[in-house]
């Protein structure tokens, strides 16, 4: 009977209801598992079958969301690396590719330069994406003055296609912190230079935060000493044999107060502050915020205006603009395009298609036409180039 009852609960094991492919490990005298899987096999371990190597694997070999799995799936970690692993090859033949195929587009634009067949009225350029020499009436006015153009055709295919995105992604401009002047310091409530912050303050946006050189170094020499009396204190409680009650240095006025005068949040943490000290910075902080909603400097004028004065987007920028410097920069940018668009029509008029007027482009800071030797490489392809005498000032 007894040895009937342990051949039951044997067979009873080895039928576990589960999900599939989970099952209970049967160990052989040969412990074939423990000789594919790597792995020293105890009996009666739970096992899942891998989906990708489709062996038997315990529990030690996949991650916690993969064992975890209610209904199969299951891959142990070496395929999941090896998934990876081919992964990360592929982005990285792709990203040489396309940075090869950037480099001759580079070197096809220079050598059509060289050729002199660049530009005029007979001018060529190469597609990036069908790789053929198309001339401007297969570009529209945009992509043809661009390096990684695409013609018509290609963006006819691409948009009928449902990919909305091109290939070669430009990267945005970012704001344009180097040409603001002074930021106010949160420390010493002045407003100083780029020079007196670190790049990181210099690029934080709340006023609040920010804090300038001199302030920050006075900020880690206070932590210094913070750290400093709180450990003294702590060996003064363990040293002594006199019951001492907990208590906790305040950031702001350095006073040891009792817990009682912290909150919960302001007592976990190292430099914490009590509750009036609190209730004084965020009352100081809140007139701060008033004060920098009240008026903002305008990035042109360099006037302060209130907050009725700009556009929703353009009060929390870096480099904002108010709704009139915004109009008239709407309007420069429509004469620009214009005097544009006179100056090609009138280059372009004679009988025979050709002209001998030296072809140039406006300036759009000084407003003065000039030839391609006035200009950087990158600003002569821009609609609203600056040439290099307006980049300097």
């Known amino acids: 009977r007894y040895l009937a009852t342990m051949d039951q609960h044997h067979h009873d094991d080895t039928d576990v209801v589960g999900p599939p492919s989970s099952k209970k490990l049967k160990i052989t005298d040969d412990d074939s598992f423990a000789a594919t899987a790597g792995v020293a096999a105890t009996e009666d371990e739970e096992v899942h079958k891998c989906e990708t190597c489709r062996n038997d694997q315990p529990r030690s070999t996949y991650t916690k969301r993969q064992w975890n799995k209610t209904y199969g799936g299951w891959k142990c970690n070496p395929c999941?690396?090896?998934?990876?692993?081919t992964i990360l090859d592929a982005k990285k033949d792709a990203a040489k590719l396309d940075k090869k195929l950037r480099h001759e587009q580079k070197l096809t634009d220079q050598a059509a330069k060289t050729n002199e067949t660049y530009d005029g009225p007979n001018a060529v350029r190469q597609c990036f994406i069908c790789q053929?020499?198309?001339?401007?009436?297969?570009?529209?006015?945009k992509q043809w003055k661009q390096l990684y153009r695409e013609c018509k055709d290609c963006v006819l295919a691409r948009e009928s296609?449902?990919?909305?995105?091109k290939r070669p992604v430009e990267r945005k401009a970012l704001?344009?912190?180097e040409q603001i002047s002074e930021r106010p310091c949160s420390g010493c409530k002045e407003n100083k230079g780029r020079d007196n912050f670190s790049p990181k303050q210099w690029k934080n946006r709340v006023e609040c935060e920010r804090m300038c050189k001199i302030c920050g170094d006075e900020e880690e020499v206070a932590r210094a000493e913070h750290r400093a009396a709180e450990d003294q204190q702590k060996r003064l409680r363990e040293e002594s044999t006199d019951i001492i009650p907990m208590t906790k240095r305040c950031f702001a006025c350095h006073n040891f107060n009792s817990l009682e005068k912290f909150s919960g949040s302001q007592r976990k943490k190292l430099f914490g502050m009590c509750t009036e000290c609190v209730v004084v910075i965020q009352e100081?902080?809140?007139r701060d915020t008033d004060r920098a909603n009240a008026a903002r400097v305008c990035f042109?004028?360099?006037?302060?205006?209130?907050?009725?004065?700009?556009?929703i987007e353009q009060w929390k920028r870096a480099d904002r603009r108010c709704r009139i410097c915004a109009v008239n920069r709407v309007k420069d940018r429509d004469q620009h395009r214009l005097e544009e668009k006179q100056a090609k029509d009138t280059l372009n008029c004679d009988k025979a298609g050709r002209s001998s007027l030296p072809?140039?482009?406006?300036?759009?800071?000084?407003?003065q036409f000039k030839e391609k030797d006035g200009f950087s490489g990158?600003?002569?392809t821009k609609t609203y180039a600056t040439c290099q005498e307006c980049s300097v000032k």
């Open 80 to 85: 999941l690396s090896a998934e990876r692993d």
């Open 132 to 141: 053929q020499n198309r001339p401007l009436g297969n570009y529209s006015g």
């Open 300 to 311: 042109i004028c360099k006037d302060e205006k209130g907050k009725d004065d700009y556009a």
């Open 161 to 165: 296609s449902g990919d909305r995105k």
């Open 378 to 380: 990158r600003q002569w």
């Open 359 to 367: 072809i140039t482009s406006r300036c759009f800071k000084c407003k």
């Open 175 to 177: 704001p344009d912190y």
């Open 284 to 286: 100081e902080r809140r």
